[in-house]
Every structure is written in C-alpha cells, then in structure tokens.
C-alpha cells in the first residue's frame, strides 16, 4: 500500500488549494478515504472521509462549507478542494485509507504535505 | 478542545511499562471501538492497536489496547528508546471520526 499526497504550498488568506493522493498497491475502489491534518504544534485533527463510491462524505465542523472530498477511483486519487483558507488551516494533511467499516481504524497513512496559509 | 482526553505526556524509562489513558463519553468510546496510532515527527502516523485491541501485522506485542465503559488504554511494556513518539487514541461520534489530543511519551 502507497499513499503519496501532493498540492500543499503557500496561500494567502481566503484563497484555495487542491489536494491529491495518488494511491497504489490496493484496490482502491473498496475503501473509504480520509484526510487528517495535523497544525504546527497541535495534534492530529480528523477533516473528512468519503465513501467507496463517493455518495457519502463527512466533514469536521471546523472545515464544514468550506472544504470538499472527492475521488476517483479509474485514477485510483483521493481530492481535497480547501476554500476560504485561513491562517487556521496551516497544517500537514495526510490521506489515509480508512475509516475500517467496522473497526473504523485507518490502516495506512501518507507522508503528508504541508499547507501554508500566510499573507 | 478534543472529544477524547489523553494525558499531554508521560514518560518511563527502558524495560518499564507504561500506560496511556484515554477517556470519551457514551457517545464514542462507550458505544464504538477504539483504535490507537503511534506517530514520529515527520513520518506517517502508524496503526498500533484497532477494534479496541487488535494488533495489526508488524506491531510487537509488547504494545496491547484495552476498553472498559468509556476509557480506553493503551500499554506498552518492555519500553525502548524507539517507542518515543507521540501517541493518539481515536474512535467513531455521530457518523464522525474523533481523536485524542495525543501524549507524548518521553523514554527516559
């Protein structure tokens, strides 16, 4: 299993940014997919996963209205389109294959990319 | 402020077992598992403990979960140098995925 995220950067305060991962090594059609972030200094925060087919996502309420998860699974790509980004949002975001329908764990996690919301 | 209340740290020294606390209400780890994740500063978090005390492939016993009510554990006996990380516990609410604020065990 491989997760490989990418997009993150330097953003101004209210803009946007798009995040991928490319995922390998597993039937990625089978899973839900999340991302997690985790800010400067802070722990690891929960933002959103979305279902095998990409009929069910949910969101933190930190990000709700602001955030949008989606996939592809012909490319075997997870999205997080970010909008109105605050100084807030500056963190490492990971994908990572889960939540586990049962167990609701997340089994496998990428490097993470770092987003950067400054002025 | 996290849903799920884990100390900010703990410590022990080689060969000791140390214990991590995490406490939730009926909502979460009351009525849902509870899973654990080792993570090192700049690398992927890492799955310790799921299903409140399955051991993925890979991981030594000497790291175990455990539930009861609404906390959960997560022990670690034997302690090495190398099991200096931040730890997080996580588990389900309302359709969400909600997670610990994380302790950073110091092997001393």
């Known amino acids: 299993v491989h997760l490989v995220e990418s997009g993150g950067g330097l953003v101004k305060p209210g803009g946007s940014l798009r995040l991928s991962c490319a995922a390998s090594?597993?039937?990625?059609?089978?899973?839900?997919m999340s991302w997690i972030r985790q800010a400067p200094g802070k722990g690891l925060e929960w933002v959103s996963y979305?279902?095998?087919?990409?009929?069910?996502?949910k969101f933190a309420d930190s990000v709700k209205g602001r955030f949008t998860i989606s996939r592809d699974n012909a490319k075997h790509s997870l999205f997080l389109q970010m909008n109105s980004l605050t100084a807030e949002d500056t963190a490492v975001y990971y994908c990572a294959r889960g939540p586990d329908k049962v167990t609701t764990h997340f089994d496998w996690w990428g490097q993470g990319t770092l987003v950067t919301v400054s002025s | 402020q996290s849903v799920l209340t884990q100390p900010p740290s703990a410590s022990g020294t080689p060969g000791q077992r140390v214990t991590i606390s995490c406490s939730g209400s009926s909502s979460n780890i009351g009525v849902n598992p509870v899973n654990w994740y080792q993570h090192l500063p700049g690398t992927a978090p890492k799955l310790l403990s799921y299903g409140n005390n399955q051991r993925p492939s890979g991981v030594p016993d000497r790291f175990s979960g455990s539930k009861s009510g609404t906390s959960a554990s997560l022990a670690i006996s034997g302690l090495q140098s190398e099991d200096e990380a931040d730890y997080y516990c996580a588990s389900w609410d309302d359709d969400r995925v909600v997670i610990g604020g994380g302790t950073k065990l110091t092997v001393l």
């Open positions: 090594g597993f039937t990625f059609s089978d899973y839900y």
């Open positions: 979305i279902s095998t087919s990409g009929e069910i996502t």
